[in-house]
Every structure is written in structure tokens, then in C-alpha cells.
């Protein structure tokens, strides 16, 4: 499967060199569905500007970035309080304007697609096709972004971050449970088919690796995040969520849930549970108490140069970088089940509507990404770009690790906002998973088979 998508791929990207490339590269490509291709080519748009972003943090071109057109025509970068010469802090700006340009872009696809019903819309050209136009508007919209004078604009742009990066962190809750339960009951289903072990050793393997690391990421923090004197507010965070890990371990496997949901196991819920561990890990990296928070005393080591100091990137960024592309491609290869235990994620996955390869393109030799929508939309078009969007938001907010631009450079990286958004999205996890537990029971008139 992977094989096939990443040749569809290719073969999309072909097309934006030009006809003969493309036909060339669709005639060695296998049959799949421009639904899924399309999805994915969005993606690795996504993760390419993504891609482009990180290059903007390497420390070497910290000074060459320092000469960028936001940094020439601004005299600081920050409020009059706080004075801070702009190579400080130029790498994390200038993602903000990258992604500036990629959330532009999907926004306006977004507002383009509203009301599409079928891939015999003239606006189907539009969606699925133009990659190579496309990337170059996502380019301008980059260049013209760097000439945005500083001023107000990292303040405010951090606050459009923070709440897109909240709302996509209940998309990947809405992705994670979904892909906890598929995972769960499939195997569960292997292992009923067949009475191998192995598949029941793989979910006991799975289950116990996951709750390990779970309880030694917990263990960690408690170690790195508090000590016997204060944090109270880390401790009340650390342990609340303990608890509501154990609690809801130990609802899956009630029997009234078991009776309702017999596939439903310790499994999801450790995921789920290992899930909220690096969300708390997360939102304690950004607290800003320097006493609490051992990262601030890294950035901020004796004998640092604090003007370069400032945009550094962590074990926790790239965890979160990692889980982020995860979502994406999950959420751009994954067909939505007729089982599913979240309505939301028919309306975030492809819906299979049926349509299949009539054998013509493989006959005739022609390209080989076929449609599927000419009926129907597989999914809706304007809220997938609304998605990345904040998918984008997101990744912002993680490569410069939720700073806060008016704040001093002692905690450049540290924000209680972004605490709290981390912390509220933990639980939120929680409480989205149990009620896929109790649902059925609270709701028995309801088919949630």
C-alpha cells in the first residue's frame, strides 16, 4: 500500500514539470484513487514547507536572517519595555511568516471549495490539480510575507497560533482514539479469526510497552519538573493526570463497557494514556517558572550567547513534529470505517463511496490516477483545507516552541498560555476517549456498532 501511494505521488508531482513527465511517470504508476492522491500531494506540500521552516532555525543562518526585510524595517522586534536586537529571535519570525504564507494559501482553498458536491465540479480542476502553480503561490505569498514589518505582528499572529494550535490538537485527539480503536479492533479480530498467539502476544506486547512508557515518562517529570519545596502547580498537573490515566484504564475494561464493546480494551486506553503523558511533557517544557522548568536553565546556561540562544529546538518539538506528520498522513491515506466511534472522524478521514478502477486506464496504458468523486466528494474539500490550516498553525507553534514574542528573552520560550492550551487538550483526550466508552451505555438506543 505504501509503495503504491508513494508512486501516485510521485506521479502527481511529475504532472507539475509537465505533460510529458507526467504521462511518463502515470504510465509506471498502479491505480489508485485521486482522492487519496490529492490528499497526499497537500500533505507533502505541507511537510515540504515545514521542511523549509526548520532550515530557517539552523544556526548558521541566524545572522544571514538577521539581514531579512522584516528585521531592516523594524527597529525592535518587541514591545518598548523589552528591548531585543531581532537576532534573537529572527529564526522563530521567520517561521511565523512561512507559515503565515501556507495558512493564506489553504485558507483560500478552503473559502474556493465551499459547497462542492462532486468531482464533476469546474472547481475539481482546481483541487486536484495546478500543483505546480500552487507551489509557487505558496512561494510569492513566502517572499511577500518577509516584508511585513515586524511591529504587532508576532504578538498577534502568536495568538492566532495558539488557538489553531489547540483546535488541531483535538483533531489529532479525534485521529489518535479513532486510530486506537481501529488498531485495537483489527487485531482483536486476527487474533478471533485465526486463534494465533502471536496476534494476542502483539496486543499483550503493545499494550504493556505502552503503559511502560507511559509510567516512566511520568516518573521523569516528577523528577525533572518538581521538587520537595514547590512546583505545586506541576505537581497538581502531574498528578491529576495520573489519576484520570488510571481512571479511565480501568473503565475500559469494566464489564458493562466490556458487554457493550467487547473489543474495547486496556489497549486504546493505553495509547491514549501514553498520548496525555507527552502532552503533559509539553505543556510543562513551556512553563515559564525557571525554578520549575529545567529547560530555562539549559537556554540559558552560563557562558551562552542569550542572542542566539533563543531558538532552539528540543526532544519535545520533534516528538510533537513527529506525531503532527503522523496525523497528516493518517489522516490523508486513512478511509473512514462505518465503524468508527467518533462522528467527527467521517468528516476528517475519506469516506469509501464505493467507486473502484473499471480496468480502462490499465488497458489503454493512461494515467493511472483514476477518479473517484464524479458522484460524490470522498470527503468535504473546504474543511479538509480548513484542517490544514490549522495543521499549519500547529506546526508553527511547535518549531518555535509556543513563544511568546512579548515576552523578555529570559522566557522567550515559556508561555502560561500555552500551558494551560497543552494541559486543557490532555484532558480533553481523556474525556473524548471515555466517552467512547460510556456512550453506548448512556445512550443504549443508539447504534454505535
Sequence with gaps: MGAVLA??????????????ACSLCCSACPSCKSSTSTRIMY???LILGTIVACITLSPGLQETLANVPFCSNS?????????????????????Y??????????????????GVKSGKDPRAGIQNGFWGIKILIIIAAAVGAFFIPEG????????????????FILVQLVLLVDFAHSWAEDWVARYEETESRAWY??????????????????????????????????????SFNLILCFAVSVVSILPAVQERQPRSGLLQASVVSLYVTYLTWSAL?????????????????????????????????????????GAVLYSSIRTASNHSKLAMSEHVLVKDNGASDDGEDTESGGHRVWNNEEDGVAYNWSFFHSIFVLATLYVMMTLTNWFSPNSSLETLNSNIASVWVKMISSWLCIALYSWT????????DRDFD
Design 201 to 238: 502476544c502483539g496486543l499483550f506486547t503493545a499494550t504493556i510497552l505502552c503503559y511502560a512508557l507511559a509510567v516512566t515518562g511520568f516518573t521523569l517529570l516528577f523528577v525533572f519538573f518538581t521538587h520537595a519545596d514547590g512546583c505545586g502547580l506541576n505537581k497538581f498537573f502531574l
Design 97 to 114: 511568516r512561512i507559515c503565515f504564507a501556507m495558512c493564506c494559501f489553504f485558507a483560500l482553498m478552503a473559502v474556493i471549495m465551499v
Design 43 to 45: 500533505g507533502v506540500i
Design 75 to 95: 527597529t525592535r522586534i518587541l514591545p518598548k519595555e523589552i528591548t531585543i536586537d531581532c537576532s534573537a529571535a529572527v529564526g522563530y519570525l521567520a517561521v
Design 152 to 167: 504587532s505582528f508576532a504578538p498577534t499572529w502568536m495568538w492566532f497560533g495558539m488557538i489553531g494550535g489547540f483546535l
Design 437 to 444: 466508552l460510556v456512550a453506548p451505555i448512556a445512550l443504549p
Design 285 to 325: 517544557s513551556n512553563q515559564p517558572d525557571r525554578s520549575c522548568n529545567p529547560r530555562l536553565g539549559e537556554i540559558l546556561a552560563p557562558g551562552q550567547n542569550n542572542k542566539t540562544s533563543g531558538t532552539n529546538f528540543d526532544a519535545e518539538s520533534i516528538v510533537g513534529l513527529l506525531i503532527w506528520m
Design 7 to 20: 508512486l501516485c505521488t510521485a506521479g502527481q508531482l511529475a504532472c507539475c514539470c509537465g505533460s510529458a
